[in-house]
């Protein structure tokens, strides 16, 4: 079946670091592929999505772009901030499908000043 | 903006109880979902519906069942709660037409059976 893998945690930078978490996935048809951030002690929020190649999803300074010959949708951002450290989570829904998402596990981010 | 409201953020109940949980959208979205999250695992689909009185099983649904009488309102149900469904309860829903429509997530319940 579909499946999202993406980088262990946890990772911890200082403030203004450079920012990449990993994440490729398989899938047999053509998926969308979305990155999510869970703050502490809440639900899920969409961070960025992208639907098919070459597209680069953007939203608070973070970036990702679907790479299908590499089947990766890496998340990156330039400088973080402390506000940034909570759990990033990709992943891909089925195009045509009934939208189910597959998650990667989770990668915990801390930020410190 | 589209609210998922999640009726309780933390509950306690005890092992053998029946224990629902419940989920209300207020965007018209068809299909509903529920997850529950653990360290370790990430996100796992137990049941999603796509309809009213509509609904199929997810990845983990031993255990669980759910109950969608009305659009907007979206029903978990341990028939006999058990210590192993200690963990974090996500609702979310979603339209269903289109490209890469994102689920909307509530804040989640956090439950545990003694």
């Known amino acids: 079946g579909d499946s999202v893998t993406q980088m262990e945690g946890p990772v911890t930078l200082s403030e203004e670091a450079f920012l990449t978490i990993n994440c490729t996935y398989t899938a047999t048809g053509y998926p969308s592929l979305f990155w999510y951030v869970q703050y502490p002690g809440e639900g899920l929020q969409l961070l960025l999505k992208?639907?098919?190649?070459?597209d680069k999803g953007s939203n608070k300074g973070f970036e990702a772009t679907y790479r299908k010959e590499t089947t990766s949708f890496h998340l990156e951002k330039g400088s973080v901030q402390v506000s940034d450290s909570a759990v990033y989570f990709c992943?891909?829904?089925?195009?045509?499908?009934?939208?189910?998402?597959?998650f990667g596990k989770g990668t915990k981010l801390t930020v410190n000043p | 903006d589209v609210k998922v409201t999640q009726s309780s953020r933390y509950l306690v109940k005890r092992t053998g109880e029946k224990v629902f949980l419940e989920c209300v959208q207020d965007m018209d979205h068809e299909n509903m979902f529920w997850y529950r999250q653990d360290p370790g695992l990430g996100l796992r689909l137990i049941y999603f519906?796509?309809?009213?009185?509509?609904?199929e099983k997810g990845d983990i649904p031993e255990g669980y069942s759910v109950s969608r009488e009305k659009k907007e309102r979206f029903s978990l149900i341990l028939e006999s709660a058990s210590t192993n469904q200690t963990s974090m309860y996500l609702c979310?829903?979603?339209?269903?037409?289109?490209?890469?429509?994102?689920?909307?997530f509530g804040d989640g319940t956090r439950l545990s059976i003694l």
């Open positions: 979310a829903s979603s339209f269903v037409q289109g490209a890469g429509q994102p689920q909307h």
């Open positions: 519906s796509y309809d009213v009185k509509m609904k």
């Open positions: 992943a891909l829904s089925e195009r045509g499908g009934s939208e189910k998402l597959v």
């Open positions: 992208a639907t098919k190649a070459d």
